[in-house]
């Protein structure tokens, strides 16, 4: 899940629990743009806790997906500004 959410200007913390695998997040825009892709194989089995900064992100809704598992986990954040 992600928080705080909606988020004001800052960062969002994306929080993935019990991954037993590595971890892929991806953020897109409203049009579908990707803007963010990363993948994480550290701290695997544990909460891991993924900071986006939305300093330079506009207002508006954002959608994410973490791909842990053999599971894909899709989820929104909104930011106000």
Known sequence: YAFP????AGEVR???EGAE???????YDI????LFTRVYDDNI???HD????T???????????IRTNGRKVDFK???EK
């Open 45 to 47: 089995g544990s909460v």
């Open 50 to 53: 993924i900071l986006w900064n």
């Open 77 to 79: 954040v909104a930011i």
């Open 14 to 16: 994306i929080r993935v």
């Open 55 to 65: 300093g330079n992100i506009a207002t508006g809704v954002y959608f994410g997906i």
């Open 5 to 8: 959410n909606p988020a004001r």
């Open 21 to 27: 695998e590595k971890i892929e997040l991806q953020l």
């Open 31 to 34: 049009s579908g743009k990707r």
